[in-house]
Nanobody
Framework: QVRLQEFGGQLVQAGGSLRLSCVDS????????MGWFRQAPGKEREFVAA????????YYADSVKGRFTISRDNAKKTVYLQMNNLTPDDTAVYYC??????????????????WGQGTQVTVSS
């Protein structure tokens, strides 16, 4: 079964850093746009970052711009999210997503067809 699997979530102190990874077990990773979303308790799932299949185009939510970096390694079928200067507001379950391309509505969950199960990131103050 083709799936996305996230790794790297853990408890970290405010101001710290984490790198999340998402591995795609399918065969179309190098031709897929990839994205990261997050969902905090009681809130809707929100867009964090996205990257085109070539890696040449990246997109970020305003709340993470300058602190988070999305990247990918097509040979390893892995997309990364480097998160720096974390704050308690970054606490959430982080989800990896995939789709054939990045559309105009890439910041919406409906624009992505495949999802991982999520990994918990908790930032303590």
């Amino acid at each position: 079964q083709v799936r996305l699997q996230e790794f790297g979530g853990q408890l970290v102190q405010a101001g710290g850093s984490l790198r999340l990874s998402c591995v795609d077990s399918g065969r179309t990773f190098s031709r897929n746009a990839m994205g990261w979303f997050r969902q905090a308790p009681g809130k809707e799932r929100e867009f964090v970052a996205a990257i085109s299949w070539t890696g040449s185009n990246t997109y970020y939510a305003d709340s993470v711009k300058g602190r988070f970096t999305i990247s990918r390694d097509n040979a390893k079928k892995t997309v990364y999210l480097q998160m720096n200067n974390l704050t308690p507001d970054d606490t959430a379950v982080y989800y990896c997503a995939a789709d054939r391309s990045i559309g105009s509505y890439h910041y919406t969950t409906a624009a992505w067809t495949r999802w991982g199960q999520g990994t918990q990131v908790t930032v303590s103050s």
